[in-house]
């Protein structure tokens, strides 16, 4: 009879397990579900910060409204490229080339070969000159004015 009691306890034991081992297959489905969720909305979010940047980054970090004055009355494309950059870079927070060269466009620079070049070899003159400064924005290379520019200087 000793015999039958350690097996009665024995098949009751692995009853409970089984029971147990049920119980926490189906909360880790469920866990598991929730995690392919989460992952799912992790690469959403991540891809919407991504395109925001993007954004950011085209948009010249500053959102200017149509109509708003790029460069200061009396600056024109006949004022010279060194001297629009100094304005559009003292008239807004730190600039991408990119986002520079789309303010001068606005601004009538047009009919240029490739006004991007003009624009990067100013930034590099300027910076050469110490009146700006290259800084990280989104982990590109962005443009901030440090210099109050003599305005005899010409360019």
Same mark, same amino acid.
């Given at each position: 009879?000793?015999?039958?009691d350690?097996?009665r306890?024995l098949?009751a ?5 089984e ?5 926490l297959?189906s909360?880790?489905d469920?866990?598991?579900?929730r995690?392919k969720?989460?992952?799912?909305r992790l690469?959403q979010?991540?891809r919407?910060k991504?395109?925001i ?17 790029v ?7 006949e004022?010279?490229?060194t001297? %629009? ?10 600039? +991408?080339?990119?986002?520079? +060269?789309d ?6 620079f047009?009919? +240029?070969s490739?006004l991007?070049?003009?624009?990067h %070899?100013?930034?590099k +003159?300027?910076?050469?000159q110490?009146e700006?400064r290259?800084?990280?924005?989104h982990?590109r ?9 003599n305005?005899s200087?010409?360019?």
């Amino acid at each position: 009879m000793p015999d039958n009691d350690m097996d009665r306890q024995l098949w009751a034991e692995e009853a409970r397990l089984e029971e147990e081992q049920k119980e926490l297959v189906s909360e880790r489905d469920v866990i598991t579900r929730r995690l392919k969720e989460i992952n799912l909305r992790l690469g959403q979010i991540d891809r919407r910060k991504d395109a925001i940047g993007t954004l950011l980054e085209r948009n010249a970090l500053k959102p200017i409204p149509p109509g708003d004055p790029v460069l200061p009355p009396g600056v024109s494309p006949e004022s010279g490229m060194t001297i %629009a950059v100094r304005q559009v870079l003292q008239a807004n927070q730190p600039l +991408r080339p990119s986002a520079i +060269r789309d303010l001068l466009e606005r601004s009538g620079f047009t009919g +240029r070969s490739n006004l991007l070049i003009n624009v990067h %070899a100013t930034l590099k +003159r300027l910076e050469r000159q110490g009146e700006v400064r290259v800084i990280q924005v989104h982990g590109r290379n962005a443009y901030k004015w440090i210099h109050q520019a003599n305005s005899s200087d010409s360019g």
